[in-house]
Each structure stands twice: as C-alpha cells, then as structure tokens.
C-alpha cells in the first residue's frame, strides 16, 4: 500500500473546555505547518453529551468505531458535561470504549517538570521530577465488569472485578522497558513495576511473574514497590525513578498526583497508546471540561444550565492541549513541529504572569513563538 500523502487525524473535542482547549490547538497547529514532512488532515466528530442524548446512546457503536478506526491518530478535547448527563456514561461509553476496541494498552503520562517551573515539592527541580508512568490501560478495575447484589437494602453490596493477565503485564513490561532503553536516563535503566501483590494476591499474580523474570536482567534494573509506598517515594524522593509501570486504576491515581508535582494538573498530557499501529492512538489532556468555567455554581456545587459567562472561559489554559498534540506528533514521526509545540507550550507557562493571562493572549503568544 503506497505511503499517504497526509497525515489523517480525528478530533473529537468533547464538551465545555474540551471544545475551547481543541480549538486553541488546532490553531496553534496551524502555526507550525511549515515545520511537517507532510500536511494534516483534520476530521472533527463531536462525540459528546449532546450527541449520546440525540441518539440514546450509552457507548460507541460499531458506526463510529468504524468510521474512527480509519485515522492515523485521533485528538481528544474532553467530555462531560453535567447539566446534560450524569458523569461516568460519557467516560466509559468513550473513553474506556475507545482504549479497549483500539487497544490502546498503554497509557503514557510523563511526570516532567519543565526547567523554571516550580513544583509543590521544596527543593526538586526538573532533573529531579523527570520520569514516567506507563499505566495499563486495558485491563485492571476499569474492565467495567461487576454487579450489585441486593440493590436499594440496608445489605447492597457492589462487586467490582480487577482483571490483570499476564499478557497484559507482559506488554506493558516491554513497552516500558523500550521507553526506558530511548530515555537514557541514567547509566542503565530502570524499571519500577508497581502494585498491591501482598493483599491482591490474584490479581498480582501475573505482576509478580513478570517482575521475576525483569528482576535479574543484567541489562537493566528492574524493583517492585507497592502502590502506596511508591506514592510515598514519589513525594520524597522522584529522582529515584525512570519508567514505572502499574495496574489502570492505581495507574489513574498516581498520574494524577504526579501532575501535581509537575507543576499542575493542566500541564499533563496523556497518550493512549496502541504500539503496534494497528488501530489509532488518542491523545488528550488531562485537565477535564472544567463547567466551573461554563457554569455558575450552586450551594451544592452543581452546575446552573443556562449561566454560560463567557468572560469565564477565558480564564482556561490550553498547554495541556497543546502539549498533548505535541505528543501525538512525536508519535507521527514530526519531531521539529513537535517540539516547536511543546516549546511554545513552556514558554506559555514560564511567563511570570501567566495565571493572569487570558485564553486569548496564550494562543496568540504560542502562536507567534512557534511560528518563528
């Protein structure tokens, strides 16, 4: 099959700030055009809240599976809103639909903090936090498996299944190890495969086979923590690590607050990633819609419908979104528009006034900085 002559991408920017964070990116795209091997074809699908209500869907069917399946890559703003539907639907009738129909297995989330950004952590600079997290993305507790016993009594008990296999581990394993080997980090590399084996002895089975046969490479080494001791060590002593691998929902938590110390939740990034091509991989950010910039609040914290300010909405920051698109370029192959991305993503976030500038400004000024 002769090579496209185009990089083919489906957007799906979601809802609230996924829309607004998707469309500062796709212009910031437009600035870094001269800086491709080959051009970009964008193909929105507004997968979201409206459109699951509109055709009383609970999850992607095969009709959109099919029409996605068709793209290189795909580029995802974020979902939920709820004054239109009840959280939860939208993440697993796309997100978790999308990873396991596309097998998108890894899920990659640098800890980075960029060079004169401060962290939260008193004395760690970026050579200290600089590693990464290669959550499984497949399996785990988010197989959406389970029941509930007893519904509506004072005895209702809710079973929810942790699925791991030693197929899954192992692919992980390997993925990380060849991230690892790349990163160069320190003289060999080092790989911490994170888990609960001393109390989920079923589900760590196929964790603790895969450890044993990484524990006596010679080549590279290979430890184990538990989830709670690495999220200890994480805090104190971040420099310790290379690449770690765990389990999705331990993997979901941690990532989260390896953000944090990375200089904010609106900085991260996250690939979901299919290694062998055969179906896309999709990037997003990890900030979420953010209704709090679309909606007045009530005494109860939910959102008002009907009280969009737009003056609010210029409050968001779009790095994460960009960084994220920065990420799927690395991905294509276009590492010089890659890296003019995440520059001017940094530069954005260097600013000393950036927590006042507005949405406006730092499109505008990563624009500029990228195209140069």
Not at 96 to 108: C, G, I, T, W
Not at 247 to 267: K, R, W, Y
Request: proline share 5%; with cysteine.
């Amino acid at each position: 099959m002769p090579e496209k002559s185009f990089h083919n991408i489906a957007v799906i920017p979601g809802d609230l700030n996924g829309i607004t964070v998707t469309e500062a990116a796709l212009k910031l795209s437009e600035a870094v055009k001269g800086k491709l091997s080959k051009p970009i074809k964008h193909s929105r699908f507004d997968y979201n809240a409206d459109y699951f209500l509109k055709h009383g869907l609970k999850e992607l069917g095969n009709k959109e599976l099919d029409e996605l399946k068709k793209f290189d890559q795909i580029f995802l703003g974020a979902i939920g809103d709820p004054t239109k539907m009840k959280p939860g639907i939208l993440e697993v009738g796309i997100l978790l639909k999308l990873r396991q129909a596309f097998d998108q297995y890894v899920n990659l989330r640098p800890v980075a903090l960029p060079e004169g950004v401060s962290s939260i952590l008193i004395g760690k600079t970026s050579k200290e936090i600089n590693f990464e997290i290669c959550r499984e993305n497949s399996e785990g507790l988010y197989v959406d498996a389970g029941w509930i016993e007893k519904k509506g009594t004072e005895e209702e008990a809710g079973y929810q299944i942790m699925k791991c296999t030693y197929k899954g581990v192992k692919r992980l394993a390997k993925y990380a190890e060849e991230r690892a080997f790349a990163r160069k980090k320190g003289e060999k590399p080092t790989l911490h495969f994170v888990f609960k084996t001393n109390v989920l002895t079923y589900a760590g089975s196929p964790w603790q086979r895969v450890f044993d046969e990484y524990k006596d490479r010679k080549d590279l080494t290979a430890k184990y923590m538990h989830i709670d001791n690495f999220l200890m060590q994480m805090l104190l002593k971040p420099e310790q690590f290379d690449e770690v691998l765990t389990e999705n929902m331990f993997g979901d938590i941690a990532t989260d607050a390896g953000a944090v110390i990375q200089g904010g939740i609106g900085s991260a990034v996250s690939g979901n990633i299919n290694p062998t091509g055969e179906f896309p991989s999709m990037f997003e950010p990890i900030h979420g819609t953010a209704p709090d910039k679309w909606y007045e609040i009530n005494s109860n914290g939910e959102c008002i419908p009907g009280t969009f300010v737009k003056e609010k909405v210029q409050q968001v920051k779009p790095e994460a979104a960009f960084l994220s698109y920065a990420m799927m370029l690395e991905q294509l192959g276009e590492l010089k528009a890659a890296k003019a991305i995440q520059q001017a993503a940094l530069e954005n976030i260097r600013d000393p006034n950036y927590k006042t500038k507005t949405l406006d400004e730092l499109v505008k000024k990563a624009c500029d900085f990228a195209g140069r």
